[in-house]
């Protein structure tokens, strides 16, 4: 049995290493060579000028290791074969002295030769990082202030016109150098936008700065990169790339103030409105609007620009509507199953939807994000799987959503109604469920808020567009 041990050994370890090249190169759309992979935050799917660059540093590190690899271990594997100990063997094989010389310095100048090729590009790439594009270094790029909090990030744009402040999404234009300039507010972050650029901290008292350039107009999706507490997973964001006309469209509509509701002459008149709740039935978005700059006590940490809301630790709701997600990119306002339009997903989506009554499908759980929840649903579909009943305000809002016209409205409802079960730990459930809390920043102990209320809050913020 001795006689197998080095076998069984070198075995495994070259089949544990194969095993995982292979299963890299079969997942859906990776290629090593063009980085075409569809998946949403892959590396392979360079569409920013540094993120290419990095991925060619990637692929040359991958393929002088991958030379190395097949070098030494065949090497070693012939070595191991060739002189194996066989029946009969009983004397102990000629040692050398301490082996060729020749040899040995090859060895070392193959080695330092390929850190070399490995170095060349990365020593550049560093290089670039660390300077912004001198052909953009005057008034042509833009600069956005960063700032990470637990658990979502704020974007601050510097205009000429004014400054715009949202949150959640970076908006820029194609091929144009963006500054981000980085801090953290709170405790370390990290920066992560795969398909544009690389990975840089937002360290508190400290400003770290980097440039990006998105190649392609789209859709793209980041996140903190450096565990931040207990709701690091779910601090997202996106980020939308628009054409430069598009930018310049989006740039104008950030700045103007929050569009007031229907019939409301002026944001002071809410003050005026009755508080007796019988706006609830005739105009929720009135009663929202009351709610959220008065009893809800929202403009406490909330701002939106042409009211009373002046907070300064919470995000920037103006234009919160023309968003396209919500909670830092965990809840989705856009199409639930990608193609509406796909007769046969509609009719799976139907099905689900009859079946559910409420309940929620096997494996369901925690999967907030569109595709996931595709996944889970029909797979639920297809195979028959037996519904788990989930507890009250836990789960069911997530078949709840699934089931609504008005995805963005559910949103918006089941954010401020159940953000604990959302993202626990956020401030905003601390805000409003802690007594001490309450005391401090909204001056009672009270804030009574029955469910007709929240949604009306709902109604309004949905309004903010």
């Given at each position: 049995?001795?006689?197998?041990?080095?076998?069984?050994?070198?075995a495994?370890l070259?089949?544990?290493?194969?095993?995982?090249l292979?299963l890299v190169?079969?997942?859906?759309?990776?290629?090593?060579?063009n980085?075409s992979s569809?998946?949403k935050m892959s590396t392979?799917d360079a569409?920013?000028?540094?993120?290419?660059d990095q991925?060619g540093?990637?692929?040359v590190?991958?393929?002088?290791?991958?030379v190395?690899?097949?070098?030494?271990?065949?090497?070693?594997?012939?070595?191991?074969?060739?002189f194996?100990?066989r029946?009969?063997?009983t004397h102990?094989?000629?040692?050398?002295?301490h082996?060729?010389?020749?040899?040995e310095?090859?060895?070392?100048?193959?080695s330092?030769?390929c850190?070399?090729?490995?170095?060349?590009?990365?020593v550049n790439?560093?290089?670039?990082e660390e300077?912004?594009?001198?052909d953009?270094a005057t008034?042509k790029h833009?600069?956005?202030?960063?700032?990470?909090?637990?658990?979502?990030w704020?974007?601050?744009?510097?205009?000429?016109?004014?400054?715009i402040v949202?949150?959640?999404?970076l908006?820029?234009?194609?091929?144009t150098?963006?500054?981000?300039?980085?801090?953290?507010?709170?405790?370390?972050h990290?920066f992560?936008?795969p398909?544009?650029a690389?990975?840089t901290d937002?360290?508190?008292?400290?400003l770290?700065q980097?440039w990006?350039k998105?190649?392609?107009?789209?859709?793209?999706?980041?996140q903190?990169a450096?565990?931040?507490?207990?709701s690091?997973a779910?601090?997202l964001f996106?980020?939308n790339?628009l054409?430069?006309?598009d930018?310049a469209a989006?740039?104008?509509?950030?700045?103007?103030?929050a569009?007031?509701?229907?019939?409301l002459a002026?944001?002071?008149?809410?003050?005026?409105?009755?508080?007796?709740?019988s706006?609830?039935?005739?105009?929720p978005v009135l009663?929202?609007a009351?709610?959220?700059?008065?009893?809800?006590?929202c403009a406490?940490?909330?701002?939106?620009?042409?009211?009373?809301?002046?907070?300064?630790?919470?995000?920037?709701?103006?234009?919160?509507?023309?968003?396209?997600?919500?909670?830092?990119?965990?809840?989705?306002h856009?199409?639930?199953?990608g193609d509406t339009?796909n007769?046969?997903?509609?009719?799976?989506?139907?099905?689900?939807l009859?079946?559910?009554?409420?309940?929620?499908?096997?494996?369901w759980?925690?999967?907030?994000?569109?595709?996931?929840?595709?996944?889970?649903?029909i797979?639920?579909?297809?195979e028959g799987?037996d519904?788990?009943t989930?507890?009250?305000?836990?789960?069911?809002?997530?078949?709840?959503i699934?089931?609504?016209?008005?995805r963005?409205?559910?949103?918006?409802?089941?954010?401020?109604r159940?953000?604990?079960?959302i993202k626990?730990?956020?401030?905003?459930?601390y805000?409003?469920?802690?007594?001490e809390?309450?005391?401090?920043?909204?001056?009672?102990?009270?804030?009574?808020?029955?469910d007709?209320?929240?949604?009306a809050?709902a109604?309004?913020?949905?309004?903010?567009?």
């Amino acid at each position: 049995m001795s006689k197998l041990r080095p076998f069984t050994r070198l075995a495994s370890l070259l089949g544990a290493a194969f095993l995982s090249l292979f299963l890299v190169a079969c997942q859906e759309g990776t290629h090593f060579t063009n980085g075409s992979s569809k998946l949403k935050m892959s590396t392979w799917d360079a569409k920013g000028e540094i993120a290419y660059d990095q991925l060619g540093v990637f692929e040359v590190t991958l393929w002088v290791c991958t030379v190395l690899f097949i070098l030494v271990g065949g090497a070693f594997g012939y070595v191991v074969w060739k002189f194996r100990e066989r029946p009969g063997d009983t004397h102990m094989p000629e040692q050398e002295g301490h082996g060729n010389p020749l040899i040995e310095l090859g060895l070392i100048a193959g080695s330092i030769l390929c850190l070399v090729i490995i170095a060349i590009p990365t020593v550049n790439i560093l290089f670039k990082e660390e300077t912004v594009p001198a052909d953009t270094a005057t008034s042509k790029h833009i600069d956005v202030d960063v700032y990470g909090w637990q658990w979502w990030w704020s974007f601050e744009y510097k205009t000429e016109q004014g400054t715009i402040v949202t949150a959640n999404e970076l908006t820029i234009p194609v091929d144009t150098v963006v500054v981000l300039n980085l801090r953290g507010q709170d405790v370390i972050h990290s920066f992560w936008l795969p398909k544009i650029a690389g990975k840089t901290d937002l360290i508190p008292g400290r400003l770290n700065q980097m440039w990006i350039k998105a190649n392609e107009v789209g859709h793209y999706y980041g996140q903190c990169a450096e565990y931040c507490g207990e709701s690091h997973a779910y601090m997202l964001f996106r980020s939308n790339v628009l054409s430069k006309e598009d930018f310049a469209a989006w740039q104008k509509h950030q700045l103007t103030d929050a569009a007031k509701p229907a019939g409301l002459a002026d944001w002071a008149d809410l003050q005026k409105l009755p508080a007796d709740g019988s706006l609830l039935k005739t105009d929720p978005v009135l009663e929202g609007a009351r709610l959220v700059l008065g009893q809800g006590g929202c403009a406490q940490c909330h701002s939106i620009n042409g009211t009373i809301a002046q907070g300064a630790i919470a995000p920037n709701l103006t234009h919160v509507a023309s968003r396209t997600s919500l909670a830092a990119g965990l809840l989705d306002h856009r199409e639930f199953w990608g193609d509406t339009d796909n007769p046969e997903l509609a009719a799976k989506r139907a099905a689900a939807l009859q079946k559910l009554d409420g309940k929620v499908p096997e494996g369901w759980e925690g999967n907030l994000s569109a595709e996931l929840s595709k996944e889970a649903i029909i797979k639920w579909v297809n195979e028959g799987k037996d519904v788990v009943t989930g507890t009250p305000g836990k789960k069911d809002f997530r078949v709840e959503i699934a089931a609504s016209g008005n995805r963005m409205l559910d949103n918006f409802y089941h954010w401020v109604r159940y953000s604990e079960q959302i993202k626990p730990g956020n401030l905003m459930n601390y805000q409003l469920q802690n007594p001490e809390a309450r005391e401090k920043n909204y001056k009672t102990h009270e804030l009574k808020l029955n469910d007709q209320q929240f949604r009306a809050i709902a109604s309004f913020l949905q309004s903010l567009k």
